[in-house]
Structure formats: C-alpha cells, structure tokens
C-alpha cells in the first residue's frame, strides 16, 4: 500500500499523472543511471580508454530488466548508498570480466545528476506538449469569445466591461512567454556532468575533455565549461521557470473557481456522467477538477521556496544540500503535470455562460458604465465638473435605491446635457468594452507569429 499521496493508489492521479510518475519511478531512475554508465563505456572504448569488448558487453547489460534487484536491495542494506548497488548489479550481471570497466573513473554525483537531468528532460516535454495544448484552447475561446461581453473586476469589486475573449487572451499571452522561457533555458539546463570526484576530471587521463564531450554527445546533452557540481543555477532555473508556469495555472484556476460561484455562475468545467459532487448534497456539481489543480499547485509552492537552498553548497561537493534536490525536483514536476493535465481539460471542455454574462453585467444597475457616462459629458461640461455631478448623482441613486438612469435623469445638469436616448446608449454595458476584440485580434496574431502555439 502507498504511503505518500504520489503512490497512493487512492490518491496518486490527484496529485500526479501517471505519465510523469512514469518518469521519476525508480525503474526509469535506475534505468537513466544505467544509461549514462552504458555511453561512458563505448566512448572511453571509442578512446581506446577501456576495451570495445567490455563496453560493448556494459552497453548490452545496461538494462534495468538485466540487472538483478534483489541484489541491489541487499547492497542497498549493507552500503546505505543509493548508486554503488546499481553499479555492483552492473557489475556482477557482465560477463568475461567487463564488470571492472563498469563505472570507469567517474563519481557518483556524475551518474546521478546527468541521470536527473535526463529525466528532466523527459519532464520538459511533457510539460512543453501541456502547455501548447493548452495554448490551442485559450486560443479557441478567444476567438469564439472575442466579443463576449463580461464584466470586468478590479479589486474584487465589479469595474467596466471585458469580453470573455479577452480575459483568456491575457492567460494565453502568459503561457507563451513561459513556452518561450522554456525554449531558451533548454540549452543551459539539460547540461551532462562527466568530471570526477571533485570536477578535475584527474581520474581520466589526458583525453578527459574528449571523453566527456563524447559521453554528453550521445547522451544528448550540452557540455559544460566547468563543473557544475557545487553550481546548481541550471536546477535552480528549471525549478523557477516550472515555478512560474505553476504561478499562472494558479492564478488561472483561481479565477475560473471565482467564475464557477453560484453567484457568478459564469463558467463551468465539464461534468461527466456519473460524476459525483457531494457524499450528502446530490444537487451539488462541484468544480472538483479546478479545485484540484489549485489544491497542488498551493501546495507545489512550498518546493519552489526551497529551490534557493540548494544553491549554497559547501566547498566542491555537499551532500546535505545536494540530496535535497532528489526530492524537490521530482516532486515539482509531478505535481506540476497534474496541474496541467487538470487545467488542459477544463480549458477544452469549458461551458462559458453568456447569459449569465449578461446578467451580471446589469447587477449594479447601471452604475459600473458611470466612467462612460462622466467622459460623453466631458465634452459638455469639462472633466472635472463631469466628475463631480456624476458622484454625486451616483451617490444620492446608490442611497436611495435608484437605478443609475434615474439617478441621473433626476440630476438637473446632466439631464440638460444629455438626452433620455443617448443615456439608453451609454448605458448599454455589452457596447462598452473598449478596443477588447481588437485588442485580441492583435495578441493572437502576434502569438501565432512566434509559432510556439
């Protein structure tokens, strides 16, 4: 039975994806630790560092179905050391003597962080393909929603109109600049580390830069200038661009839980059949999938706060701080993947409420167009003057139960400035949303421009 909320098996898909708990199992760790030892054999072979036929025999045996397990737990017991076990499994399972070419020189921070960024890589995919199907359904409904009107709030309070489109169009202008962030932190954090006990690379004779070339080369993996044992800003900078993609589907969620109220009722996620909302209200069709996505990634905040103390390591190597990162950045991603794939499903099923809309827009009864109504009457009577009538007709209407028309029809001068019809005009809210259509028309063609969505 599982014990934490990634292996429960009641609880691991809310908190995980299968998919990414299929990149940071300890089969597909062990798996990637094997992998760098098999291409650290046939290049040192290629460099006539070790014998072809022992890297050749590694390569062949570097296989977490070769390797027998139960003797790495019986190391695991004895050495109280993650690595050597796996490398002793190696070891025993080549035959004609190739195990003692196993592990040639290197240290075991080489095996494990190369490994780790292997498997980070394979995260960044995952979490590069949600995003830009992501991207598509706010696309979507930016287009279809353009010239939705909504109403607009600021400081929780209701303000002026929006368009439905326009509100998503700013969620999608965030989520390209984080596919654009994760363009270009890939080439310096997917960086491979074959440098020894200390980054002197002394264990590897005069073809050491050679050699770790070769091995990151096939790994596909960029080659550092220097060791980045002790020099942990590319893990850093990986947690802080997953931190911030984790920021937005927070704020997003969020909001569209705010939308989701009874209240509002202006958005919904999809609710399949069968789907239940409460144990004891069967009326109830909660937003369990939304909650979801913003229940983890509360949560997933905590890791991204501990990202900057696996900076400080002390002297060339820091086993206290170092081993803080096998927590914290498997943990990341696997509650970022949930996250997303929570978020990725709402977005492409979303009910967007018109009517509801609509109606919310007329929940003040006029009052929210006020700025509208002050600037038709700049003209006419100054800004400032205009300002000061429409306060206080607001306020006197507010007081005594009025609508915003007749607050302002029982006004004298803004009655003899404007017209019983042209008031009806102005305080149409679906008329004033500004140059929002436009406004995404632009943002979209920009976006698709860069052509990450």
Sequence with gaps: MGTSVFDSILLANSWSTEEMRG???????????????????????????????????IAAKSRYDAIDMDLVLRELAKTKHPLVPVVRALEHVCENGA????????????????????????????????????ARSLLKLSEEHRNTPMMGRTLSLQAIPVTFGFKAAIWLSEIDRHLERLDEMAPRVFAGSIVGAVGTKASFGPKAHEMEKAVNKRLGLATPNISWQPARDRFYEFGAVMGGINATMNKIGNQLLLLMHNELDEVAEPFGEGQVGSSTMPHKRNPAVTENSVTVSNTLKSN??????????????????????????????????????NLKFVLAGLEVKEESMLANLNLLKGYALAERV???????????????????????????????????????RISAAVSEQELDALLDPTTYVGHS?????????????????
Aim: glycine letters at 8%; aromatic letters at 6%.
């Design 99 to 134: 195990g003692e070419y196993v592990h040639w020189g290197v240290t075991t921070q080489d095996i494990i962080d190369t490994g780790l960024v292997l498997q980070l890589r394979d995260a960044y995919e995952i979490v590069r393909r949600d995003l830009e199907e992501m």
């Design 437 to 453: 259509p436009e406004i995404v028309d632009a943002a979209l063609a920009d976006i698709r421009g860069k052509g990450r969505v």
């Design 304 to 341: 991204i706060n501990m990202m900057s103390d696996i900076t400080k390591h002390e002297h060339e190597r820091d086993g206290a701080v170092w081993k803080m990162e096998w927590k914290i950045m498997p943990e990341i991603c696997l509650m970022l993947s949930v996250v997303l794939a």
């Design 374 to 412: 002050m600037f038709a009457l700049a003209d006419k009577m100054g800004k400032q003057t205009a300002h000061e009538e429409v306060y206080v007709a607001a306020m006197k209407g507010i007081e005594g139960g009025q609508t915003f028309k007749e607050a302002l029809m029982g006004n004298d």
């Design 23 to 57: 990149v940071f199992n300890d089969e597909a760790r062990i798996q990637r630790w094997l992998d760098v030892e098999a291409a650290l054999a046939l290049e040192q072979a290629a460099l006539g560092m070790i014998p072809q036929e022992a890297a050749d025999e």
